[in-house]
T-cell receptor, first 114, second 110 residues
Framework: GAVVSQHPSRVICKSGTSVKIECRSLDFQATTMFWYRQFPKQSLMLMATSNEGSKATYEQGVEKDKFLINHASLTLSTLTVTSAHPEDSSFYIC??????????FGPGTRLTVT | GEDVEQSLFLSVREGDSSVINCTYTDSSSTYLYWYKQEPGAGLQLLTYIFSNMDMKQDQRLTVLLNKKDKHLSLRIADTQTGDSAIYFCAENNAGNMLTFGGGTRLMVKP
C-alpha cells in the first residue's frame, strides 16, 4: 500500500522558536496533502488542505501565519509552527491523496513546546 | 454541518466478533472510511465503502452501510488482541476532506 512518512516523529522545542514538520509520500505522487491536529484522546481536527504548487486552504480558526504550509512538490509538504507556544503542543498528522478515494496517513509528529 | 459520532468504548473477548458503529449526517458523502490508530501512531486505512454500496467484505472486516439511516458499522470477525486500538470512522466532503468521528477504543481481552 501507499506509504506516507513524517519527520521528525518527536520534537521538543522552546517557547518562541519555530519547528518544521515534513510529510512525504514515498511511493506515489500526492496531488493533495492534508494536515491534522490531534489532542490527547480526541479525534483529528483538519487544519488545512494543500495542493501542490498552490497556497494552502486553512480551516476556520486556524491561523495561517502561525501554521505555515508549503507543498512544493508532489511528494513533499511541510508544516512550520512559528513562534511555538505550549498550547501548540499536540500530535500533528499529515495525509496524502493521489486524488482518488484513498487518503493515506503519516505516522504523526508529537510536538512538545516547553 | 457535518457530524460523525461513535461510541467511545467497546470491550470484547478474543475470538469473538466486534461491531463498531458510527452515525453521520452528511448525505452527500461519496465515501465512508474506517481507520485504525494504535497508541502513538498515525492512522491506518482499514477499508472504505462507496456510498451506493450497502456492504463490503475484506477478509475479517465487514462494513455495512445503511444510507437511509446514515449508519455505518465495522464488524471484525475472530477479534485478536492485536486488534486492540482506536477505530475512527470518517466521511469525505467536498475537496475530499475527511470529517472524523471521535473514535471508538476497542479492547480485546485474552
Amino acid at each position: 500500500g501507499a506509504v506516507v512518512s513524517q519527520h521528525p516523529s518527536r520534537v521538543i522545542c522552546k517557547s518562541g522558536t519555530s519547528v518544521k514538520i515534513e510529510c512525504r509520500s514515498l511511493d506515489f505522487q500526492a496531488t493533495t496533502m492534508f494536515w491534522y491536529r490531534q489532542f490527547p484522546k480526541q479525534s483529528l481536527m483538519l487544519m488545512a488542505t494543500s495542493n501542490e504548487g498552490s497556497k494552502a486552504t486553512y480551516e476556520q480558526g486556524v491561523e495561517k501565519d502561525k501554521f505555515l504550509i508549503n507543498h512544493a512538490s508532489l511528494t513533499l509538504s511541510t508544516l512550520t509552527v512559528t513562534s511555538a507556544h505550549p498550547e501548540d503542543s499536540s500530535f500533528y498528522i499529515c495525509s496524502a491523496s493521489e486524488g482518488g478515494a484513498e487518503q493515506y496517513f503519516g505516522p504523526g509528529t508529537r510536538l512538545t513546546v516547553t | 454541518g457535518e457530524d460523525v459520532e461513535q461510541s467511545l468504548f467497546l470491550s470484547v473477548r478474543e475470538g469473538d466478533s466486534s461491531v463498531i458503529n458510527c452515525t453521520y449526517t452528511d448525505s452527500s458523502s461519496t465515501y465512508l472510511y474506517w481507520y485504525k490508530q494504535e497508541p502513538g501512531a498515525g492512522l491506518q486505512l482499514l477499508t472504505y465503502i462507496f456510498s451506493n454500496m450497502d456492504m463490503k467484505q475484506d477478509q475479517r472486516l465487514t462494513v455495512l452501510l445503511n444510507k437511509k439511516d446514515k449508519h455505518l458499522s465495522l464488524r471484525i470477525a475472530d477479534t485478536q488482541t492485536g486488534d486492540s486500538a482506536i477505530y475512527f470512522c470518517a466521511e469525505n466532503n467536498a475537496g475530499n476532506m475527511l470529517t472524523f468521528g471521535g473514535g471508538t477504543r476497542l479492547m480485546v481481552k485474552p
